[in-house]
């Protein structure tokens, strides 16, 4: 049983189109990592959210933080084939603590 | 600043066989955990190393063990292995100061490990 939740599993979308990405959970987390990975390749970190409501913005991918750090959303706004690739969510109940990841979402986005 | 890095990059073992992979932490990260990802599924968390001890633990049996080196860097050995045991080991690095972290997880590129 995954303790963090995405949804959806899988999303294809042409060029110039948003999607979002959904993080969800019953526990409580201290921060919330938001990272993509590539084929063959290690996660790479995209943000970190740690205060509850937290919205944080970079370039066209927007993440928020729910307000009782529960759940997390990626919003990507006019996608790019570049942004294809494995977003993956991770959960730290405390600082120095293991990372729970989610089973990730896998983003297709076409030409 | 070199980042992280692993070794070897691809291995191919027989069911029963042991396995070492070896991980180096990001420069001035004294912290290094592993993680396990199957294909098609997010990283399970093996466990973790602080100050050459295991400090945290995961869900996976006696069989995985590591180590942590002096210098940080760190291996990790699969002893019986088994088909499941196929999937890519993640290393990742990351600075505790008096227990709490003060940076966040960076992540190597993986071994990617196939058991026949």
């Known amino acids: 049983t995954q303790l963090l939740e995405q949804s959806p599993q899988f999303l294809s979308i042409q060029e110039g189109e948003n999607l979002t990405v959904y993080c969800n959970s019953s526990s409580v987390f201290s921060s919330l990592q938001w990272y993509r990975q590539e084929p063959g390749e290690g996660p790479v970190l995209l943000v970190t959210?740690?205060?509850?409501?937290e919205v944080k913005k970079l370039k066209r991918l927007t993440f928020q933080f729910g307000d009782a750090r529960k759940d997390s959303s990626l919003h990507i706004t006019a996608a790019q084939p570049g942004d294809t690739g494995l977003y993956l969510c991770?959960?730290?109940?405390?600082?120095?603590?293991?990372?729970?990841f989610g089973g990730g979402t896998r983003v297709l986005v076409k030409p | 600043d070199a980042g992280v890095t692993q070794s070897p990059t691809h291995l191919i073992k027989t069911r029963g066989q042991q396995v070492t992979l070896r991980c180096s932490p990001k420069?001035?990260?004294?912290?290094v955990s592993w993680y396990q990802q199957a294909l098609g599924q997010g990283p399970q968390f093996i466990f973790q190393y602080y100050e050459e001890e295991e400090r945290q633990r995961g869900n996976f049996p006696d069989r995985f063990s590591g180590h942590q080196f002096p210098n940080y860097s760190s291996e990790l050995n699969v002893n019986a292995l088994l088909l499941g045991d196929s999937a890519l080991y993640l290393c990742?690095?990351?600075?505790?100061?008096?227990?709490?972290?003060?940076?966040?997880?960076?992540f190597g590129p993986g071994t990617r490990l196939t058991v026949l």
């Open positions: 991770a959960g730290d109940k405390a600082a120095g603590n293991k990372l729970t």
């Open positions: 990742a690095s990351s600075l505790l100061v008096r227990g709490e972290s003060t940076d966040t997880q960076y």
């Open positions: 420069s001035g990260h004294d912290t």
């Open positions: 959210v740690v205060t509850g409501g």
